[in-house]
């Protein structure tokens, strides 16, 4: 079988096929032609093999220095692979090794490296400092007993040149300097091990928020996710708190955005941190200082989760509609799991039409503070519009981006004509 397959599949077939059709007639073309299906169907799995390549993440935290030695290496049997462009950034220091020689910067792009990837892989490797701020307050450090950041961080955006079709396959392996460090990710505890990244994208780089060093962590299954809530142990953040808090919210959560992964990482901040919330893919970071639930009854913990499980990303002029939702979404969520009464819920929303009266607030991009809170209020506006069927419009919205012409087109959907509160909101809005 083999050999005929070869023969089949060669530039000499069409000739042999039409010879032995004559010879054989109507069966053997049939014969011939199952054969030839069953050629190509054992050629598939190697053409899909040859289309396969490998990327490896590595970063290894020195905690002394500040820094995380980080390398990309790729392994292919052919040119699968052909370029990579990889984001720069002022936390990338000096290149290690001879890999860079192949290297340029994008003229159209000066923020860019191109590596031409040799047919037979390589590996880039990289040093770069952890510690990044945010207003004059720290949302990435490497301290000697523990370190907080982004993944995403460690290894920069790339986009890629690729043969038609192909995949990769995406590991990652954490290091430190330190033999007893832990480390959690959205991928799991990932101490001195290697990662499999899921995906089916030509390129899977590791992304979401992670901990490390000397930390604590606390675990549960809710809804059928696992979820770790970790921080470093010298910080204040009260994990047991908010497990129990994720216990009962959660749930409900879950019910409107049915989709998340199968994991969650929630990532405490100490107190020299950004004292806010900040979302990532499936997982997100809060600042040890913030409640559960604030005294206006909004929750942070909340708004987060809903940006983490929604994964909307706002058009360009529409940052005002994944916060307000978000916002939206933090309050009816503490109704709908017992957090707060019906009555409560009212005097937040009350709380806020006062601030965004007060600062004469608008629908923002971006959005934050009495912009985000009169946002929410026109979704509580158009959710009474749809007698409560808020949850169907989010249920048909795209994952992903999502702008103003999508919401509306979702609300008509739902309620059988255009949406006036939302036409009042933008006009009064140009």
Known sequence: MYSACRAVSSGRSVVKVAHLAERLGVIGLCLIGLLVTGCARAEAPQEAARLLYEVDFSAHFQSAEGVADVAITVRQTSA?????????SASMLAPIGAAWDSTEVDASNPDQLIWQVPKAGGELRFRITVDEKRGGAFDARLTDEWALGRLGDLFPPASVRTLKNARSVSRMRLTASEDDWSFETRYGPAADKVIELAGTRNF???????TAGDIGVRRAVISGRRVAVAAPVASGYRRMDTLAFLQWTLPELFKVFPEPADRLLIVGAPASFWRGGLSGPNSLYVHEARPLISENGTSTLLHELVHVASGWIPAEGDDWLVEGLAEYYAIELLRR???????????TLDTL????KAENASLADPSTGANTAAAALMFAEIDAELSGRLDDVVASMPRGSVSREDLGRAIQQVLGKPSEVLSQYLRANR
């Open 80 to 88: 699968v692979l052909r370029e990579l462009k990889l984001r720069r």
């Open 204 to 210: 899977n780089r590791p992304t979401g928020w992670y």
């Open 337 to 347: 799991s017992g957090g707060a009464t019906a009555k409560r819920m009212q005097r």
């Open 353 to 356: 039409a006062q601030w965004a």
